[in-house]
C-alpha cells in the first residue's frame, strides 16, 4: 500500500514486474490524495509462493477479493502492459465497482494475440535472461543503456518464479474479453510512449478507443514500455489528473 488518500488505486503490474516493479514513479504519486493497492500475481513479489493456474481470470479473482479485504467498494485501475488486460478483466467482472481505468502500453481487451514466432520468441524469456534483455530493448526503442536493461531483467528474475513468468504468458496473449468490455461507459485513458513499437497509438486506436466509448489516448514523449522508469514525473501527472477528472491535457 502506498499513499493514504481518499482516491483509492489498483495497480496490475506487467510480465516483467511485481509490485517492486513500478520504479522511481511511486515516488512522485501524491500520497495526500491517493491510495495505491500494489496487486501482486500468484508467483510474482510478495506472493512469490504462491502458486495458481496463472491466468488473467485469476488475477481479476484475487484482485477483487483484496478489495474485499481493504474494504474498498470502489476503485480505480491502473495496469501496465500484461496488467492492462488484467484491469480490463476486473471491469469486466464487477464493472459497478470501477471509476476509472487507466492503462500504460496496456495489453488491449483482445490479448496480444502473438503470431507463432512472435510467441516462440516470448516463451523463451521465461528460461533465458538474454531473450529477456532483448525483449526490453526493443520495447523501449533500442535507446536505452545497459544498466537499465539489466536491472529490469534482475528484477523480473528476482521477483517472479519461472512458473508464473512462463504460465502466464498464454493467458495474456490469447484470452479475448473484447466482446465482454466493448460499449463499457467507464472514463478509460490509454498512455503509451512513443518509443514503445508493440503498444502504440495505432494499436491502441483499433482496440481501446474502438471498444469504451469514453476513451481517451495520450502519447508520452520520450518514452517506450516503461514509462515508470523513463519519465515518472509526467506519468504520475498524467494519471493523477485523469484519476480526480480533471483536464488530461499532457503535463506542460
Same mark, same amino acid.
Given at each position: ?10 495497480a496490475f ?41 496463472y491466468t %488473467? ?37 464487477? @464493472? ?55 536491472? %529490469? ?16 504468458? @498464454? ?40 471498444f469504451y @466509448? ?17 519519465? @515518472? ?20
Amino acid at each position: 500500500m502506498i499513499g493514504h488518500g481518499p482516491n483509492r488505486v489498483l495497480a496490475f503490474h506487467g510480465w516483467f514486474g511485481s509490485s517492486k516493479g513500478w520504479g522511481p514513479f511511486l515516488d512522485f504519486i501524491d500520497r495526500d490524495q491517493f491510495t495505491y493497492a500494489l496487486v501482486d500475481y500468484r508467483g510474482y513479489g510478495e506472493r512469490k509462493e504462491v502458486s495458481g493456474d496463472y491466468t %488473467i481470470s485469476e488475477i481479476s479473482r484475487d484482485a477483487l477479493q483484496a478489495a474485499d479485504e481493504l474494504g474498498w467498494d470502489r476503485f480505480n485501475l491502473l495496469g501496465h502492459s500484461m496488467g492492462g488486460l488484467a484491469a480490463q478483466h476486473v471491469l469486466k467482472d464487477a @464493472p459497478q465497482r470501477v471509476l476509472r481505468l487507466a492503462a500504460l502500453s496496456g495489453v488491449p481487451a483482445t490479448g496480444a494475440q502473438f503470431d507463432d514466432e512472435t510467441y516462440a520468441l516470448f516463451d523463451k524469456a521465461a528460461n533465458d535472461d538474454e531473450v529477456r534483455a532483448q525483449l526490453t530493448h526493443y520495447s523501449t526503442g533500442f535507446r536505452l543503456n545497459n544498466t537499465f536493461l539489466k536491472r %529490469i531483467v534482475d528484477e523480473s528474475r528476482t521477483y517472479s518464479t519461472v512458473d508464473a513468468f512462463g504460465g502466464h504468458l @498464454p493467458s495474456w496473449v490469447r484470452t479475448d474479453i473484447s466482446k465482454d468490455v466493448t460499449g463499457l461507459e467507464h472514463p478509460v485513458k490509454a498512455i503509451v510512449g512513443e518509443h514503445d513499437p508493440s503498444m502504440n497509438a495505432e494499436v491502441m486506436k483499433v482496440t481501446w478507443l474502438k471498444f469504451y @466509448p469514453n476513451a481517451e489516448l495520450e502519447v508520452i514523449p520520450n518514452a517506450g514500455h516503461y514509462a515508470m522508469y523513463e519519465t @515518472p514525473v509526467w506519468l504520475a501527472t498524467t494519471l493523477e489528473k485523469f484519476f480526480l477528472g480533471e483536464s488530461t491535457d499532457s503535463p506542460s
